[in-house]
C-alpha cells in the first residue's frame, strides 16, 4: 500500500480494531529548513503494539518524539484520547513533562538510568516525580522491577547491571506510572540478538498485561515483525502499512 496520509482504516485490521488512544493529524515538523515531517495523519490503537521502520533519518524518532509531546511539531495535532480528549502539540512544555510522567512511558536505547541511583529508586522516578511518597514509590516500583525477572537486583546500580538488566530497568521505569502508551526508541538497539529478543519479550508482555499501547521504534524486522502493525516511514511520509504477527 502506498498513500502520502495513511489513515488505519477497519479494512486493514479487522480482527484487531480497536479505539485510538493517540490520533496524529497533519503533523509537519522542520529541523532549520529541512522538512522532516511531512504532514503525518496515524493513529495509535489504544493496547496494541505499533512499530515505526524506515531508513535512516526518514524521521521515525521525530514521529515518536512528536506523539510523546517531547517534541512541539511546527503544525498538525496529536490528540490523547484519555478520559477527556488532550491536545498534547498544544500543551506547554511543563504540561507535556508531567503527561510523559503520568500517562505515557519512554524507554530510550541505553543510557536513560541515573548512574548514582539503584535499580529501584531508577524505577521509582516518575512516581517521585508525580508526588509519591518515596516508600510507597519504591514498593510499587520494586513490585514492577520484581514482574520483569529483577527480583533481588533491586539495590543495584545501572553499572553493576548487564546491558538487558538495565533496558529492564528501563522498562519497569516506563511501567511504573501505568502509562496508556509506552514509547520505546530502538530499546534493544544496543543489545546482543538474544538478550534483545528477551527484553522485547518483556516489553511486550508487560504492555499487553497494563493495556497499554506501544509505541517502537526499530530497524530489526524480527522486533517489528512482533507488533500488531508496521508502519513504514520513507523521508517524512508514512508510505505503507502492514499487519505484524503480534507475538
Ligand atoms: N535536533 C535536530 N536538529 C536538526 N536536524 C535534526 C535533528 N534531529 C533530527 N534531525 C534530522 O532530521 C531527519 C530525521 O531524523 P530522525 O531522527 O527523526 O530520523 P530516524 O528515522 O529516526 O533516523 P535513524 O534511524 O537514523 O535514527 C534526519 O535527517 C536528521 O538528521
Not at 480494531?17 to 522532516?36: E, I, K, M, N
Amino acid at each position: 500500500m502506498t498513500s502520502t496520509h495513511f489513515h488505519p482504516h477497519p479494512s486493514t485490521a479487522p480482527h484487531r480494531a480497536s479505539r485510538a488512544v493517540l490520533q496524529a493529524r497533519g503533523l509537519r515538523h522542520a529541523y532549520a529548513d529541512r522538512l522532516v515531517l511531512h504532514g503525518i495523519d496515524c493513529d495509535i490503537p489504544a493496547g496494541q503494539a505499533i512499530a515505526l521502520m524506515g531508513p535512516s533519518g526518514s524521521g521515525k524518532t521525530t514521529l515518536l518524539h512528536a506523539l510523546a509531546g517531547i517534541l512541539q511539531a511546527d503544525a498538525g495535532s496529536v490528540t490523547y484520547l484519555a478520559d477527556r480528549p488532550v491536545e498534547v502539540n498544544r500543551l506547554g512544555t511543563e504540561a507535556r513533562a508531567a503527561l510523559r510522567r503520568k500517562d505515557f512511558g519512554l524507554v530510550f536505547q541505553s543510557g536513560q538510568l541515573l548512574g548514582e541511583l539503584t535499580a529501584v529508586e531508577n524505577a521509582a522516578l516518575p512516581l517521585l516525580l508525580a508526588g509519591v511518597a518515596p516508600r510507597q514509590a519504591e514498593a510499587q516500583a520494586a513490585a514492577v522491577l520484581g514482574s520483569l525477572g529483577l527480583g533481588g537486583l533491586e539495590q543495584r546500580r545501572p553499572g553493576e547491571l548487564s546491558g538487558g538488566q538495565q533496558q529492564r530497568v528501563a522498562i519497569a521505569r516506563a511501567l511504573t506510572p501505568r502509562p496508556a502508551v509506552i514509547f520505546a526508541d530502538e530499546p534493544t538497539g544496543a543489545l546482543d540478538r538474544r538478550t534483545g529478543h528477551e527484553v522485547m519479550t518483556v516489553l511486550r508482555d508487560a504492555h499487553r498485561q497494563i493495556g497499554a499501547a506501544l509505541v517502537l521504534v526499530t530497524h530489526d524486522p524480527e522486533m517489528s515483525a512482533r507488533c500488531d502493525q508496521v508502519l513504514h516511514l520513507r523521508d517524512g511520509r508514512i508510505v505503507g502499512a502492514e499487519l505484524g504477527a503480534g507475538r
